[in-house]
């Protein structure tokens, strides 16, 4: 079923629409959507290594728009939007503590945070929330995605052909890792914080 999954993903990776889902998945995920762009980034840069650093990109910008999204939320409709998507992925108690630090280390929050597996849609939510200077939000925001994802389509338009035997070769156990960082991103944000 993964490799069927997988052949389908690439198939439509080098679609016709394949860029504006890629951008509508890099908007949602910085606000609301769990499942992080990387999903079509990836398959997208395998299919056309030429284009990736556009892809990194149109993902970047994509989430930067998005993270201002969030951060409206968080600015605007904490008590009623913004609790509510904190409360669907679980992260109440988490929330509380993020903001209390979100107001002393933001802009590190933000560098560190954007890069990582950790759920960019509570940096943007916390940053609204707690009042956070905008320029620098979206300065900040720039700079972690576009180093993510630039680093990512970077290594794959060099490597391209080694990294997709290794994926191909190595499909279930790759798809497992993933979900285990997608879902280790939640549990860090409910318990570290």
């Known amino acids: 079923m993964m490799r069927r ?3 389908w993903i690439m198939k439509q990776a080098a679609g016709p629409y394949a860029t504006p889902v ?3 998945l890099s908007f949602l995920e910085s606000s609301v959507f769990p499942i992080p762009p990387d999903v079509m980034l990836i398959p997208m840069c395998l299919a056309n290594r030429r284009r990736a650093l556009f892809y990194a990109l149109v993902c970047t910008v994509a989430s930067v728009v ?11 409709l904490i ?18 503590s993020y903001q209390a630090l979100f107001k002393e280390w933001g802009l590190w929050i933000i560098l560190i945070k954007g890069a990582t597996p950790i759920p960019y849609k509570v940096v ?6 707690a009042s956070f200077d905008l320029t620098v939000f979206i300065l900040a925001s720039i700079l972690t995605r576009g180093v993510r994802f630039g680093v990512e ?6 490597y391209g052909e080694p ?3 290794f994926i191909e070769k190595r499909l279930n156990q790759l798809t497992w890792i993933f979900l285990a960082c997608l879902i280790g991103g ?4 409910r318990f570290i914080f």
């Open 66 to 76: 998005g993270g201002l999204l969030g951060y409206a939320i968080g600015y605007y």
């Open 186 to 189: 939640f549990v860090a944000v």
């Open 163 to 165: 990294i997709r035997a």
């Open 153 to 158: 389509a970077l290594l794959l338009r060099i």
């Open 124 to 129: 943007t939510i916390a940053s609204g929330a």
């Open 5 to 7: 999954l997988y052949n």
């Open 79 to 96: 008590e009623t939007i913004g609790r509510g998507i904190i409360h669907f992925y679980g992260l109440d108690q988490a929330f509380e």
């Open 22 to 24: 890629l951008a509508l």
